[in-house]
């Protein structure tokens, strides 16, 4: 089964810096999606960023940028120049890439990142 | 373009009550997931409907079961409540035969048994 893991539960950044938050993972397929999510206080589940498993570049959207290392299983989430409406909690999922048989999302327990006037 | 919408926001049961929790999913979303996160926790997978019919399941108890409604919103019904089962409900939606099947979630229903 697969699994994935956050180890830090807790961050903290100062604006306008930058912050990375760890994610491991475990499977033994090829084929699978990476996400990273963000949840605010107001509940709800945002995605922030998307990675394929076949693809080699890292992915980027704005300020959010991933280092995907497939061999360690390691999905890092790193937020540049981070902005108080960045705090929230974050959360690493995964999801078997079998072609829509299996579309449930795996995730991480979580780390919750405060951002610093 | 309407998002993901649940109902109720709050809810508050007594131990052994029953309860139904409703989504709508995304505008031309076809596919419904629900997910129970309690306190502290990441969201766990309870099922998936998708053309009317539990398509998946995670590892939850014969006392949740679902429906999906012709027009794609689904319920969530649990039954025999118990204490545990208080948590935050998500419902997330995607479209069966896209990329990625990106899910979109909606603000969930928090659940309180006491």
């Known amino acids: 089964a697969q699994t994935v893991t956050q180890s830090q539960p807790e961050m903290s950044v100062q604006e306008a810096e930058t912050v990375t938050l760890s994610c491991t993972y475990d499977?033994?397929?090829?084929?699978?999606?990476l996400f990273w999510y963000k949840q605010p206080p107001s509940r709800q589940m945002i995605l922030v960023i998307r990675?394929?498993?076949?693809?080699?570049q890292n992915a980027t959207e704005n300020r959010f940028s991933v280092n995907f290392q497939k061999a360690a299983k390691s999905f890092s989430l790193k937020i540049s120049d981070s902005q108080l409406g960045d705090a929230a909690m974050y959360f690493c999922?995964?999801?078997?890439?079998?072609?829509?048989?299996?579309?449930?999302?795996?995730f991480g327990t979580g780390t919750l990142l405060a951002v610093q006037p | 373009d309407a998002g993901v919408t649940q109902s109720p926001t709050h809810l508050i049961k007594t131990r052994g009550q029953q309860v139904t929790l409703r989504c709508s999913p995304k505008?031309?979303?076809?596919?419904v997931s629900w997910y129970q996160q309690a306190l502290g926790q990441g969201p766990q997978f309870i099922f998936q409907?998708?053309?009317?019919?539990?398509?998946q399941r995670g590892n939850f108890p014969d006392r949740f079961s679902g429906h999906q409604f012709p027009n794609y919103s689904s319920e969530l019904n649990v039954n025999a409540l118990l204490l545990g089962d208080s948590a935050l409900y998500l419902c997330?939606?995607?479209?069966?035969?896209?990329?990625?099947?990106?899910?979109?979630f909606g603000p969930g229903t928090r659940l309180t048994v006491t």
């Open positions: 997330a939606s995607s479209l069966t035969g896209t990329h990625s099947y990106e899910q979109y």
């Open positions: 499977t033994s397929e090829s084929d699978y999606y």
């Open positions: 505008s031309g979303h076809d596919t």
């Open positions: 990675q394929e498993a076949y693809k080699q």
């Open positions: 409907y998708y053309e009317e019919e539990e398509r």
């Open positions: 999922a995964y999801r078997s890439g079998d072609g829509g048989a299996t579309n449930k999302l795996i």
